[in-house]
């Protein structure tokens, strides 16, 4: 049985693949497109997934889609009708687009999946799930538990914007919901438009520059804008937002009530900047640590599963790990909308069709999110060579034991290993590392590799063996998706002519053993590497361990600011060629910057535009 799941339209799409119930492939379009968040039907990403499968497009059983479109529809117009006349412009620009393409999704679907197979009557093998059930099934599908409570938070889905949902063996079935317009992800995303940055694309960065600043206004917050019940649950005041009916998040209520316009891309950050970012996260949290408390209290479930974007806030899933409310909590590594195909077709095997789910207690099958593009050896040669590349190929025990040494001299690495992470984190296959022992390496990789906003922290992978000494955290975090603390036996003083700096100051203060990793507030955003998932990448944790005594890396997507992750060698070739990154190692091809032809360095800083 071949199920494709495709989640388009919106965006972050993507194609998935399961075979009898077992995951094949996944990846995000836009890592073959090179186009960011690309929301276009998922051509190129289904087609890799059917070269890895094997299989032509005849063989596919059922093509499942992630969300009703006629649900989403009618809350266009009865969010529209409720709101108007406000509110025309944006829904004069709304309705074509509905009329002519999304209202007809099945032929629209069908007519993309005829550029592959034009003569296959695909309509007949047409399945659509409901938004927040194909993120429930993400969560709960793969996760290592029998049973489960599934909570799921984003922006929204047909009417759902919150979701609780419960799973046992095969069965998944959605119990509670909160509606459009009262979102904790539409919240956020309203936060991350005022502050400057883009929506559906910068809110990790409101995340990231949260710990810069004090949670003054939480009151204001919570008097004004959310109505938090004990339970968690809760409603907005929609007077301080226009993303119902308008062409923004926010409006001048909204300004007026924080006494500060929406601040302008690359303007300088600001310290209530910081403050609002830092109060909206506290309510954030309150808000998942109140649902999460009341859902325990109510199912008696010792296991959680989370998805939606919101669970890629890995601030407040620390939270939930430490309040220990449920015993295990498992996050889909693709929550956002991308992982929603992933749902879409364990929806269709075990729901729709019935069948049966195998469980590995303690193990999940998302394969460590490595469910992308792969290369041979001989095929990265031979790219390598036509792009210009010098190289030399090591054995694997040279090539980790030279790697080991460059990292700990300072050196700046591209790690381009064996399939691509499915989700926004590059967990060890496409990533930039570093040692987090440098004081200068996050200012470094920021400004001069990744050309970024220096406020933006970098994640460390460790050892899962060694996590709890280094780290107030003991568990697994395969996926980047936990934060924690750094271990106070691993914390510096600081000066105390230090202690009384602002904002993105703080950045300038060593603060433990590890300060490229560690955040303004001692905290980090864990990734546990184990050799099972990912050999080569915990063997060269070990040997920069056995080098150094540091079981550490900084860990970072192999990409520029704007760019999608590297996806072909010929791509990490040229990030690597048109940044400050020292040494590239793609499967056992070793290149050194210095040895490469100066005439193929290319300016890279603005060739893609800023997320």
């Given at each position: 049985m071949?199920?494709?799941?495709?989640?388009?339209?919106?965006?972050?799409?993507?194609?998935?693949?399961?075979?009898?119930?077992?995951?094949?492939?996944?990846?995000?379009?836009?890592?073959?497109?090179?186009?960011?968040?690309?929301?276009?039907?998922?051509?190129?990403?289904l087609q890799f997934c059917l070269n890895e499968a094997g299989i032509g497009a005849e063989e596919i059983d059922y093509v499942a889609f992630y969300d009703k479109p006629f649900l989403k529809f009618e809350r266009l117009l009865e969010t529209y009708l409720a709101f108007a006349p406000k509110g025309f412009s944006s829904f004069k620009l709304a309705l074509p687009v509905w009329l002519r393409e999304k209202l007809f999704l099945k032929s629209l679907l069908a007519k993309e999946l005829k550029q592959i197979a034009p003569k296959l009557n695909w309509e007949d093998k047409l399945l659509f799930g409901e938004h927040h059930q194909s993120h429930a099934a993400s969560a709960f599908y793969p996760s290592p538990f029998k049973e489960a409570a599934v909570l799921t938070l984003d922006g929204v889905g047909e009417w759902a914007t919150t979701s609780l949902a419960i799973g046992r063996g095969k069965n998944l079935e959605i119990i509670r919901e909160i509606h459009f317009p009262h979102s904790l992800g539409l919240l956020y995303s309203a936060f991350t438009y005022h502050l400057g940055f883009k929506v559906n694309s910068g809110e990790y960065k409101v995340m990231g520059l949260a710990p810069y600043g004090e949670p003054r206004f939480v009151q204001t917050i919570l008097d004004h804008l959310i109505d938090i019940k004990d339970d968690g649950s809760f409603h907005l005041d929609m007077?301080?937002?226009?993303?119902?009916?308008?062409?923004?998040?926010?409006?001048?209520?909204?300004?007026?009530?924080?006494?500060?316009?929406?601040?302008?891309?690359?303007?300088?950050?600001q310290q209530i900047h910081m403050d609002l970012a830092a109060s909206l996260q506290a309510v954030t949290e309150q808000v998942v640590s109140k649902l999460v408390a009341a859902i325990a209290k109510e199912t008696g479930l010792k296991n959680l599963c989370l998805a939606g974007g919101v669970a890629l806030n890995c601030v407040a899933n620390g939270r939930l790990f430490r309040e220990k409310h449920f015993e295990n909590i498992w996050v889909q590594p693709a929550a956002g909308d991308a992982g929603g195909a992933l749902g879409a077709a364990f929806s269709a095997y075990h729901i729709f069709l019935g069948n049966e789910r195998q469980v590995t207690p303690q193990k999940d099958t998302m394969q460590g999110s490595y469910l992308g593009t792969h290369f041979e050896q001989s095929e990265i040669e031979t790219r390598l060579r036509q792009a210009g590349a010098q190289f030399e190929v090591l054995d694997d025990t040279t090539l980790i034991t030279q790697c080991a040494q460059d990292l700990e001299q300072g050196k700046a690495m591209g790690w381009f290993q064996g399939r691509m992470e499915f989700g926004p984190r590059a967990l060890g296959g496409r990533s930039i590392l570093g040692d987090p022992r440098s004081p200068d390496m996050q200012t470094s990789l920021n400004l001069k590799v990744k050309f970024r906003e220096s406020f933006r922290p970098f994640a460390p992978a460790v050892l899962r063996e060694d996590v709890n000494d280094w780290f107030e955290f003991d568990g697994d975090s395969p996926y980047m998706l936990m934060v924690a603390n750094v271990?106070?036996?691993?914390?510096?003083?600081?000066?105390?002519a230090e202690k009384s700096l602002f904002g993105i100051d703080k950045l300038k203060v060593a603060r433990s053993q590890i300060p490229a990793v560690t955040h303004v507030d001692y905290s980090a955003r864990i990734q546990t590497v184990t050799s099972d998932t990912n050999p080569r990448y915990h063997a060269l944790l070990s040997e920069f361990k056995r080098i150094t005594g540091c079981p550490v890396l900084v860990n970072t997507s192999f990409n520029v600011r704007g760019e999608p992750i590297v996806n072909t060698p010929e791509e990490a070739f040229k990030c690597f060629m048109g940044t400050d990154i020292d040494r590239l190692a793609i499967g056992n091809c070793y290149l050194k910057k210095e040895e490469q032809n100066p005439a193929l360095k290319i300016s890279y800083e603005n060739a893609f535009e800023l997320d």
């Open positions: 071949i199920i494709v799941g495709i989640s388009a339209y919106y965006h972050d799409s993507a194609c998935a693949l399961i075979r009898d119930g077992v995951i094949v492939a996944a990846a995000q379009e836009e890592r073959f497109t090179r186009k960011k968040h690309d929301p276009d039907f998922p051509i190129h990403a007077a301080y937002f226009d993303y119902c009916a308008g062409l923004t998040m926010t409006n001048a209520r909204f300004g007026a009530l924080f006494c500060i316009p929406v601040r302008k891309a690359e303007q300088e950050l271990q106070q036996d691993k914390r510096l003083p600081v000066p105390e």
